[in-house]
């Protein structure tokens, strides 16, 4: 059982707070990622102001981080893996079955806070149980249990800190663009707020135009600076 730190909400108006928490040995479906970075979503924030009965909260889903253990169950990764987290799905539903995991039936039962299925604690504070299993993850914290069906195994070398938005931001603002928007090459896009899911959006909408990302990522790097006041992106 992993002693370590974690980011806990105590109330919805309340700021967090770092506690010295403990997190379960994997159950059999379970991975027990040592995180290396995580991305902070305004869903975090959304979920910490939402209602004040059910604390201590531990938040967090856009993890990175390397497997320290597996459940007996637990195939597709292995302790020494580099992994990126996400959002849970369950696979067999009828928008799972069609590769629709984002639109997956059971997703809200799957990713919301809360304990194990049979009601046990995957962390506790002080002897005292935190909900967490946050889109099956939790990931402001030290140690985070996760499943197969939300680790995705990356490449050994992958910087854990660009990789973790990947887990939601990242995707999020892509797909959208990508799955929803679906620019051609002379649409005018807007962007409104340029962090994780912005700035995918951009870049997404950027290989339906051919223009190398880097101009782009210099541009709007200037602009967030203040070095540039006007939006300089147009095309
Ligand atoms: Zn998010
Ligand atoms: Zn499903």
């Not at 992993?2 to 105590?10: G, H």
């Not at 979920?47 to 320290?68: I, K, Q, T, W």
């Not at 292995?78 to 997703?107: E, I, M």
């Not at 339906?208 to 990302?213: D, E």
Request: proline share 7%; hydrophobic share 40%.
């Amino acid at each position: 059982m992993p002693a370590t730190s974690a980011v806990l909400s105590y109330g919805p108006q309340d700021p967090f707070v770092v506690a010295d928490v403990d997190v379960d040995d994997p159950r059999q479906d379970e991975i027990l990622v040592r995180i290396e970075a995580s991305g902070v979503c305004h869903t975090d924030l959304v979920n910490r102001g939402a209602g004040d009965r059910d604390r201590p909260v531990l938040l967090g889903h856009e993890g990175a981080g390397v497997v320290e253990a597996v459940g007996v169950q637990i195939r597709s990764v292995q302790p020494g893996d580099r992994v990126v987290l996400s959002f849970r799905h369950c696979g067999t539903c009828a928008n799972c079955r069609v590769q629709r995991p984002a639109y997956c039936r059971k997703a809200a039962r799957l990713n919301h806070f809360g304990a194990r299925a049979d009601g046990t604690p995957r962390v506790t504070v002080g002897g005292v149980p935190v909900l967490d299993g946050f889109f099956g993850q939790s990931s402001l914290a030290g140690y985070a249990l996760a499943h197969e069906d939300n680790t995705v195994v990356v490449d050994p070398g992958t910087d854990p800190v660009i990789a973790a938005p990947l887990g939601c931001g990242f995707q999020t603002g892509a797909g959208a663009v990508l799955n929803v928007l679906r620019p051609r090459p002379d649409s005018a896009l807007a962007v409104f707020g340029a962090g994780a899911v912005g700035l995918a959006g951009v870049l997404a909408a950027l290989d339906t135009t051919g223009r190398p990302h880097a101009d782009v990522a210099d541009a709007l790097a200037r602009q967030h600076s203040g070095e540039v006041v006007k939006p300089v992106l147009t095309w």
